[in-house]
Structure formats: structure tokens, C-alpha cells
């Protein structure tokens, strides 16, 4: 596009002065006009740049205490009127083209944050600002319009670069930037007066769009979306290597960033259909990272894998990349981290489709949740709590260590329901998720896959005499606490997980048969303890 | 709020004419003085309604094709100026109050809708409105905003009964509603040209709140929006009876709504935890109904059911609210149908606590699909096709009945991934899910779980001779058919599969490991069917 236009009379009206000076003496040695007015005027005159008075271009005097400066016939004229057709008719009504619009908005955000009552808040809706910006907006064909500090450089560099023209292609882009910019300062507006008005409503906008190779499935488009001006997002994260991410990599990564988020010192999770399979905290991160790969070491495979601290070499090496035999080589989808030792990061460079990421899990702090079902938006509080109270309900009372009663919630709490899981502390002192069940419509569902899948992972560490494995795998099962995401509804369940050795269950408690349900446990000489706090998830 | 104020100048510019005439009898009645623009102007004339021309009061031309026809320092002085502190100030300027701006914008959203191309779009970028609107609404506490034709009624009966004012909680409604009106503007014009530019964004506003009793947790506080401006939404369901509806209930009924809205003749979708644990299709609905309860019985309490066709008495009754044996009733939370025969409704309603809503499933046409992970989207097309191409892979080729390979991939692209599900048509021709096993890790767990629940709904359903059991389980498993969402990464499932009886599955193929799962259904004698199309669902 090779459509330019020249800047020769500029309108500056900023409340955000940041870069004013520098802009101006840009323009003075241009060889433009400037228009301005109140803060920006003094601004620039005290910088020594020669200002033309908006007045004396309106014709009006500044009126109602500043709620009239800009608006007038002949600014929105100079602004609005066709270069080609309408130069006639502007000649004849003494309008001269106003060039360049430079433009922020009275601070409606800011005094919000700061708390400001509702007169406040009406009188910081700018009113002018906008029809300047969106006048010149609209005549992008030949007006510029700047409403962000952070692009003056870009425009001084293109003006120069077009020997004082900007270039339509830019032109275009800066009226994108302030539709957008309009549209976010109305839009919090709506919002915060539905607010005041204790009829809340909610409005999001979301860019920078990277579209990837497909959704769920592949017959469907997918595209990832950062909210605009979100401070941080998980669309921030570093990748250092491999191939693109995908749709479902995004969403694992996610579940993996909240994962392991919540664990001490040095955390994995390891995610599998978005759920965590493996989930270990101890001292060693790669001894940890084993204890993770343990929960699922089938599934493991091909999964989403984030850690809480930097990835050393030592833990990197557990996946065997450089295996002779092929089939030794684990490979997973995303290894994700708040960093890399550089020979760690060379390590695992070598599979040339793993996907490295850097982002630290500490960063992933959402306020809310939501769910789009048809048109509606179910939106909620993130759920960032673990407990209520600790409550020993049975007669028996073997203490839960507070790592152990942290660690198992995090998972639980992490796990689709229906969800259990069972976590213990190892001899080392790292704890692990040693099973887990969960996405069911049935409780004992849940709890069978759990059961089931820590006798598994038991017999599989298991290095003794076989006829020791049934009293090895009652005896770690008994020193190992079993976690529920919601009460159980019936005795049932303490049942099954008596018969399979577990000795202390966790969940929250509340229902109506609480009753049986401890009744259940004294008998089995079990400990059962209520926490107060339900975590479904779906 | 009694702060009123007089209506006694108006002004009318609009681009939705309806209604215009009546609104203008009724001012001009009221003894308002009426300045207008262009078409409008014409219309009020036609009508007999004297009016004011808005250059009259302005002092400038209609300018440039139109683009200047409002804006001017009179006219927003008019409307901006406060009546008490710079009454002094307008006399001195001469600036009559200007009480009411009746406005509409230039359509950009319909001109977009018929595909207008850039400079068209462009030229429907409404200047003046915008300003006009936003002037009046900021100065509410003495201009009434008027954005709508649907309101017209609702401010002259609010003049009628103020006595030719409106109120200030009025206006203070109307202020919000014009904010909102140019968000929503700018936000359209936003995307559009941001569309345009192929860095396409996304703009959301979400309104209506209902406050639930909680979220997805009673610690977390969850509220439901409608998608603002939508022509249809989940939330415009009826509620007939009940308690109210939860956050997990809102989601459950997307769930079931989703799940029986593609079923044929009277669908029934029975849902725990957002999984349908029972589906059923088939001629008369309350065996459908019994079905799909049959489908995980012990799952089904407590659960959320949608059927496709207006609810009967009989299926109503199948609920036993009535049974003197209060373990026989069956409680669920939600019954969800287009609509009840009023003696159904009457059944249903014996249960307080049932939450009774009519909503036809073939409504929900979601076109994307949508997951906010840590301040970005994930945003996909709606995962609503089945299948690819049916291909039959296998030396065994058993025809599976087109009705039951549509219910079984409905069902099966409705589960949590990884997911498996056996489907069957019954003697008398109904189509039933059998079992299913979802939401796992590992898809050799979603099998077991699947075929466990098959056997014991089989168990359940035999009424013969104990001995033949067994030979029962693995003449209705043949009979049957497995869907996986994906496909098999090893022939592990199929010989699960086989084991307990089944001898047809259907699965997208697509895995390095085709060709052995291929060769172990041969071995088996099995047909199997590749569909290519995954239905991962998370």
C-alpha cells in the first residue's frame, strides 16, 4: 500500500504525558503544526514547541469546566472530511485538514482502581477524546490516529521513513488500535456502571490470535487468544524448542501449571487428557521426577510434564533420550519449567519434536474460572482453597503429616470428578500421588481405578520375594492416605478401600449418611477425616 | 432517586425508524421542541410533527456527504453542560439545554451481515451518534439517553407518570444501556477491521446475571451470564418447578442437551458429572427412558435427564415419586424436555425439589467451543460431525445398522476423553448405550470400565437361568458394538474387547500401530471399522 499522506497539522490532547516532549520537537522539525490543549499545551510550551491554541481554531472558548475543548464543527471537520471529494466543500467552509491525531483518554481505569465514587467516575468519561479519535480513525485513508505512547517512536520512525508521510498500511493499523482502544475504554465503562448499579456484566476481548494446526480434533479449527492487556497469560510462555503446540498440548499444559503450582520444593506434575496421572514434591527433582512417572508409567508416555524449579541435567536425563534402544526413549509432548540448566535444555534439544517450555507455574494465578454452554458463561471464583478444618472424626486418629493433607488435596482437587486419590509420604521423605481414579459418574468407580492403580505401582517397585508382595503392598497402603474430592455417599467406599489396605481416608464430609459412613470407619479401625471443603472439578 | 428533570427539547437523529412517528405525537403533546437530522427529520414531517432543524441550532452546514451533520460546539454543549454549576456559563454562551437524545447508530453490524466490503463498512462508522450518546449519558443526571426503539414506550409512560419528566433511576438505566450500546458498537467495528487486517480478535459481552447459591464448590461464589445480544442462549430455558438450579446443575444440562439433541424419534440422555452415563433412543419414550436409566442405574440418582420430545405421563411415572416406599423413588435434579403433557408436569411436580425445565435440544446449535485457560482462549469449531468415511478394515466385515453407528459416535464424542463406549439395538429396536468408561488416562482403563458396567447391566437385565448367564453376556456383547473416541495404540483393547464377548468395534483408525490392531481383530475374527474421525473431548 503506497497510499501516503502528508503530516503537516497535528492535533495533541493527552492525559497520559509520557514521550509528549520528544514527539513535539519530532514534529516542530518536521516542519508541522501543532494544535493543542490545557495539560498538553503547557507540556509542550514548557519544552520550548511552538503551539497553536485549539481555540483559536474552534472559534470556542474551553467551556462547563473542561467538558468542552475539541468538540466543535471544525475539529471533527478537519478531521472527518474526504481528501478527494470533499476538498472542494472544505475549502469553501475554511476548514484545513487536520493531518495526525494524537490521543489518550481522561483515566477512567486508573480511577476506578483508585476506588473513585460514582461522580468521580462520570466526570473522567471523556467525551472528546473519542469523537477525535474514532473521527480520525474513520478517515484513516488520510489521517493518522496515535493513542498509545508506546507507538510514537514507531510513527516518528515512519514519517521519516516517508519523508514525512505515514503509509496507509500504518494508517490502518492505528485505526485498528483505536477502535480497539474506544472499545475497551466503553466497554469498562458499561461495565462499571452496570457494577454500580449491582446488575454486573462481564466483557472480554481477546488478540493476538496464533492459529493452531487444528482443535480437539482435526476437523476442527483451533485458535489460541491472549486476553488483551491481561498483565500475564499462559500465551507468555517461552517455547524453546520443538514443534508447534497444539490445541490439546495448551489445555494439559494448563492442568499441569495448576498442578504442580501449589507443591513445595521441588514439584512435577505429569498430565495426561488433562488430568494428573503422576504428581511428586521432594528434595531431588529427579528422584521426583521418577516418582511422578511411577503414579502412570504407561500412561506417562506422551504426556504434558511441568515442574515447579529449573530442570537440571540429572532430571532431564531420566527420560533416556539418547537410548540406544529406541523403545527405552520416553517421549513426552511438552517437558515444562520455570527454567533450564543450559545442558539439560542440550539434552532434551536432542528429540528434535519435544516441546520445551519456560514459564513458572508460580505465575498462573487465575481469579476466576468460566464455562461457555450455549450462549451462557457460567463464571466462577478459581478454586484456591484446600480445606475448611481438619476434623478427626472416627475414634482412631493416626495423624496426617500437614505436607502429606496439602499434597493430596492439590491432587484431588486437580482430578475431573468423581475423583480419588491416594498420596504418601516415601521413606525418603518426597511425597507422591500413588494412584488415582477419577472423570467418573460413580464414586466406587473412582475409588476401584485408585485402588487398582496403586497395587500396580506397588507391585511394580516391589523388588522382594514374591510371596512378600500382598503383605508389602498392605503394609505401604496402610502407611498411605486416600483423598476424596467429595463425601462419600455411602460406607461403600471405606469398605473397598479397607479391603485393599488403606487405613486413613480424607474427604470432606456432609452428607446424610456422614453417620455410616464413620460408623463404617470405627469399625474397620480406620481414621477418617473430614476437611469441610468439596473440590468437583469437570 | 427523585431527581428529576423537565423534558422540554429533544433531540432525534436515528437510523432505526420505528416507532419514530409515535415517539414524535407524544413529545410534541408533552410540549417538547424536537431539533433533528436528514431522513428523520422527513419521517417526523410526514407524521405532522413540527420540528426544529438540527443546522438551526448547530449554525454549520450538513457537511461532507453527511459525515458532519451533529457535531458541533452548540449541540454537545447542549447536552453536556451541568445545570447547576455552569448554568451561568451556558446562558452567557447562549446554550439552550438539550433534555433528551433520541439516537441510533448507522448500521454497521447489518451492512456487515450483508457483506459489505471495506469502504462501505468504513463509511458506516457512525461519527456523531457515538458522540451524541455518550454525551448525553454522561451528563444523566439531567439528559435522558435513549438508544433503543423498545424503550420509547417505557420513557414516554415514565414522562406520562412524572409528569413530563422522566426519573433519575431512568435515566441512570438508560445511561448504562448507552454505554453498552457503543461498546457493543466499537467492539463490532473492532473485530471487523481487525478481521479485515487477517488478525481476527474476539469481543464477548456477557449480561443478565443470575447469581447461583454457589459455583462449582459452595467456596467458590459462581454466577451465570447470558451471551449478550444472542438470538438464543441456555439461559432463556423455562423453569416450570424446582428448586433453583445450581452451577454443576448448568452445566450438567449443556451436558444432556448436547447428548440427546442429535438422537432420532424420542432421545433420553441421562448425565453424572457432565458424562452421559445413560443414553437411549427408540419409538415409545418411556422405554427409552427406562433404557437409558438402565445404562448405569446406581449413577442415574441424583442425575441430570434431557429427552427430545415432550415428556409423557407414563415416562414421567417411571420416576415412582409416588412409590409409599420412598426407596423407590427415584430421585433426580433435573428433568429437561421441549415440553410436559400436563399430567407429567402434574406427576413431576409431587417432587418439590425437582427442577423442571423445558428446553428443546435442537436449539442448541453452538458454532464454537470455547476454554479460558489463565487469561487466554482456546477457541475451536463445535465438534458436530461423526464421522469421515466408514471403512471396514477387517477380513470381517458384520454390517453395523447406520442408526447404531450415529448413536454410538454421539455418544461416544459426547464422553471426557479418553473414551469408550458399546452400544446395542435392542429386540424390540431401540437403540441403547450399553456402558461406557470415560474421562481416563489411559484408554485400556476407559475399555475395562466400559465392558465391567456392560456385564453388569447384562447381569442385571437377565432374568433366565443362572447357568446361562455367561452365554447371555457373550451373545448380547456380540450383538453389541465398541466406539472409542481415538483410535487403539495397541492391540491390547481389542483383545480386551474380544474377551468379554465383543465382536465389533468402531474407532477412527489412524495410529503408527494400525496394521496390529488391524491383524489382532483378524486373529480374533472381529470386524472393525475405521471411521476417521477422533472425537477427543476434554
Known amino acids: ?41 503547557r507540556v509542550l510550551k514548557e519544552a520550548g514547541i511552538p503551539v497553536t491554541d485549539i481555540q483559536s481554531v474552534t472559534g470556542n472558548p474551553e467551556a462547563f469546566g473542561g467538558r468542552m475543548k475539541t468538540i466543535s464543527f471544525q475539529i471533527e471537520s478537519a478531521l472527518l472530511f474526504d481528501r478527494e471529494k470533499d476538498r472542494d466543500e472544505a475549502e469553501a467552509l475554511g476548514i484545513l ?26 466526570e473522567n468519561i471523556d467525551i472528546g477524546g473519542p469523537t477525535m479519535i474514532r473521527a480520525a480513525a474513520k478517515n484513516y485513508r488520510w489521517v493518522t490516529t496515535v493513542v498509545d505512547p508506546a507507538d510514537y517512536r514507531m510513527v516518528m520512525e515512519n514519517m521519516t521513513a516517508h519523508g514525512g508521510h ?32 449491582g446488575e454486573p456484566t462481564l466483557r472480554f476481548a481477546f488478540d493476538q490470535p496464533q492459529v493452531l494446526r487444528y482443535g480437539e480434533n482435526s476437523h476442527q479449527k483451533g485458535t489460541l487468544y491472549r486476553l488483551r492487556n491481561a498483565p500475564d497469560s499462559l500465551c507468555d510462555m517461552e517455547v524453546l524448542h520443538g514443534k508447534a503446540i497444539s490445541y490439546n498440548n495448551m489445555f494439559d499444559l494448563y492442568g499441569a501449571l495448576e498442578a504442580v503450582r501449589d507443591l ?129 472424626v472416627s475414634h482412631k486418629k493416626d495423624p496426617v503429616d500437614e505436607d502429606l493433607m496439602r499434597f493430596g488435596l492439590t491432587a484431588v482437587r486437580q482430578l475431573k470428578s468423581n475423583a480419588i486419590c491416594v498420596a504418601r509420604t516415601c521413606k525418603d521423605g518426597d511425597i507422591q500421588l500413588l494412584g488415582m481414579g477419577c472423570g467418573q459418574p460413580n464414586r466406587v468407580n473412582a475409588t476401584q481405578l485408585t485402588l487398582a492403580r496403586c497395587r500396580e505401582n506397588l507391585k511394580n517397585e516391589y523388588t522382594g520375594d514374591p510371596d512378600g508382595l500382598e503383605e508389602y503392598i498392605r503394609q505401604e497402603m496402610g502407611k498411605a492416605v486416600l483423598f476424596s474430592d467429595a463425601f462419600f455417599p455411602f460406607p461403600d467406599n471405606v469398605e473397598l478401600s479397607h479391603a485393599d489396605g488403606i487405613r486413613t481416608i480424607v474427604q470432606p464430609g456432609g452428607s446424610i449418611r456422614d453417620k455410616a459412613v464413620i460408623e463404617k470407619a470405627d469399625d474397620l479401625e480406620m481414621t477418617l477425616i473430614f476437611t469441610g471443603m468439596r473440590h468437583f472439578k469437570h
Open 1 to 41: 500500500m503506497k497510499h501516503f499522506t502528508p503530516v503537516k497539522r497535528v492535533l495533541i490532547s493527552v492525559s497520559d504525558k509520557t514521550g509528549l516532549p520528544e514527539l513535539g520537537k519530532y514534529l516542530q522539525k518536521a516542519g508541522c503544526e501543532i494544535i493543542s490543549t490545557g495539560g498538553t499545551h
Open 97 to 122: 485538514p487536520i493531518d495526525m491525531v494524537v490521543c489518550n483518554l481522561y483515566p477512567f481505569g486508573s480511577v476506578k482502581k483508585e476506588g473513585a465514587d460514582l461522580p468521580r467516575l462520570i
Open 166 to 197: 505515514t503509509d496507509l498500511e500504518t494508517r490502518f493499523t492505528l485505526m485498528r488500535k483505536a477502535f480497539n482502544h474506544t472499545a475497551d475504554y466503553d466497554s469498562l465503562i458499561a461495565t462499571t456502571m452496570d457494577e454500580q448499579a
Open 264 to 392: 513445595k520444593n521441588n514439584g512435577c506434575a505429569i498430565i495426561k487428557h488433562a488430568n494428573p496421572c503422576g504428581l511428586s514434591e521432594g528434595k531431588n527433582q529427579r528422584k521426583v521426577f521418577e516418582k511422578a512417572w511411577a503414579g502412570d508409567p504407561v500412561s506417562a508416555f506422551g504426556s504434558v510434564i511441568a515442574f515447579n524449579t529449573p530442570v537440571t541435567l540429572e532430571t532431564a536425563q531420566f527420560l533416556e533420550l539418547d537410548a540406544k534402544d529406541k523403545s527405552q526413549r520416553k517421549f513426552v509432548e511438552i517437558v515444562s519449567a520455570p527454567g533450564f540448566e543450559p545442558s539439560a535444555l542440550d539434552y532434551l534439544k536432542q528429540h528434535k519434536n519435544l516441546r520445551i517450555v519456560v514459564f513458572d507455574p508460580a505465575r498462573l494465578q487465575p481469579a476466576h474460572d468460566m464455562k461457555f454452554i450455549y450462549n451462557a458463561l457460567l463464571y466462577q471464583d478459581a478454586d484456591r482453597e484446600l480445606l475448611d478444618k481438619v476434623e478427626y
